[in-house]
């Protein structure tokens, strides 16, 4: 099993930043692929980002390319979501999951509980 916790959320303004950290216990995250999903009022979950198992590889929805980055720090067992330029419409609860497949779809075995991010104008 693996426990994972989102941290970071908060409000702030169109064109700040925010650090998300998805802390895992459990297991070592270093062998999962890690995405990053977020789910906006009235909408459906979508995929944000994800990045493989060996942290070379990453993936980005077009909506946050260049914006959005995702890195590891394996020593603390955590993975961090930067999120530069922020927009309104990245308003969201975010959520990180943990799983086997580098994909863009939810199939992923493990979710956190997710934190909010709102951007205001």
């Known amino acids: 099993q693996v426990q994972l916790v989102e941290s970071g959320g908060g409000l702030v303004q169109a064109g700040g930043s925010l650090r998300l950290s998805c802390a895992a216990s459990?297991?070592?995250?270093?062998?999962?692929?890690m995405g990053w999903f977020r789910q906006a009022p009235g909408k459906e979950r979508e995929f944000v980002g994800v990045?493989?198992?060996?942290?070379?590889?990453?993936s980005y929805a077009d909506s946050v390319k260049g914006r959005f980055t995702i890195s590891r720090s394996s020593g603390k067992n955590t993975v961090y979501l930067q999120m530069n330029n922020l927009k309104p419409g990245d308003t969201a609860v975010y959520y990180c999951?943990?799983?086997?497949?580098?994909?863009?779809?939810?199939?992923?075995?493990?979710w956190g509980q997710g934190t909010q991010v709102t951007v205001s104008s």
């Open positions: 459990g297991r070592s995250l270093s062998s999962y692929v």
């Open positions: 990045i493989g198992s060996k942290s070379s590889a990453t």
């Open positions: 999951a943990a799983g086997v497949v580098f994909t863009t779809r939810d199939d992923y075995a493990y």
